[in-house]
């Protein structure tokens, strides 16, 4: 009893969704995750199978898994998708694995982490990274990155053009951003930056700042 206890609190603790089915599909032990998500609103506790739960294409899928578990003997590792109480799809990364049950019948085990927030989140990421890159390489406005020791690791076309590089040079590792760009001028002597706009190809104005020598 005292095995059984520390067992269920256990698993009923676990940031996981847990549970067990036997051959037939029928679930002899769910963790209180999975009931907290699934569970059916009414009917007697435990002993559901799939269907009593999911859609019809959904619950046949999760059997045609648990079937591959139990005819082929090893841990199947994979992403289910399932809507959850409100009806809302959920990802899930699910590790589906047969053990055997006192008698000796084959039973299925499952364990699963919603992913769901976590995948939007990589899509949001994505969608914003997409965007950024349109942007930068829309030649609007020159764009540039460098490291630590005035290295250009990247830079649009429009920075090429306005420093008078080329793409082979900045492969190169010869575009950089350094004191030496200033060359043979004394920053001492530089004025302060004057502020002058350029026109782009679409009529906007783009801002820049200018250093002259101050007798230039």
């Keep these: 009893a005292q095995v059984e206890a520390r067992f269920t609190a256990f698993m009923d603790t676990a940031p996981a969704t847990a549970w067990m089915k036997d051959s037939r599909g029928v679930c002899v032990y769910v ?11 009414r009917g007697p506790e435990g002993g559901w199978t799939d269907r009593d739960i999911f859609p019809e294409k959904i619950a046949s899928q999760f059997r045609a898994n648990d079937r591959a578990v139990l005819h082929e003997g090893r841990v199947l590792e994979l992403t289910e998708e399932a809507p959850g109480p409100d009806g809302a799809e959920q990802s899930w990364r699910v590790i589906k694995f047969p053990f055997p049950a006192p008698g000796g019948q084959p039973f299925v085990g ?16 994505r969608a914003s990274e997409s965007r950024f890159r ?6 609007m406005i020159g764009f540039i990155a460098w490291d630590l020791a005035g290295n250009v690791t990247d830079c649009n076309d429009r920075f ?7 793409r082979d040079d900045l492969d190169a590792g010869l575009v950089r951003w350094t004191m030496s760009e200033l060359g043979d001028l004394d920053a001492a002597t530089l004025a302060e930056p004057r502020l002058v706009r350029f026109e782009s190809f679409d009529g906007l104005s783009i801002p820049a700042f200018v250093y002259r020598p101050r007798n230039a």
């Design 134 to 139: 349109r942007m930068v390489h829309s030649d």
């Design 160 to 166: 090429l053009k306005i420093v008078g590089y080329s």
């Design 31 to 41: 963790n209180r995750d999975w009931r907290r998500r699934f569970a059916p609103a």
């Design 110 to 125: 499952g364990l699963a982490l919603d992913l769901t927030e976590l995948l939007r989140a990589t899509a949001a990421l």
